[in-house]
């Protein structure tokens, strides 16, 4: 018998380039995986080139298929979304939705501010 997994929150730091198409940018807007709408596009690549990738949170639906992880825009229930490995820079994931904290580098400039 399988045994049920609990419903996972997810991190993924997927690379810049995962950004660049003006037809993924649609999707993730309509799921709700990222805010925003067409004017702030450019604004959005430009930052992520510059950091170096862009954070996609949701709910981990698998990550053990060959192609890539599914993941779940919040509050888009029923929709999945496939990120190609070779987009994927990092995976955070957590078995609850926990209050928003601040830690690493934005802590420490909370602090001196």
Known sequence: MATVQPSRH??????????????????????????????????????????????????????NHGAGIWISPPNTPGLEIMIPWHFVRSVVTASEQLQNKIFGLARAGARSS
Not at 21 to 38: C, D, P, R, T, Y
Not at 52 to 58: I, N, Q, R
């Open 10 to 63: 997810v991190l993924v730091w997927v690379d810049a380039e995962f950004l660049e198409s003006e037809g993924m940018l649609h999707i993730l807007q309509e799921s709700g995986a990222i805010g925003g709408g067409e004017q702030d596009w450019e604004k959005l690549v430009a930052a992520a080139e510059d950091s170096g990738g862009y954070g996609l949170a949701g709910m981990l639906v698998d990550s």
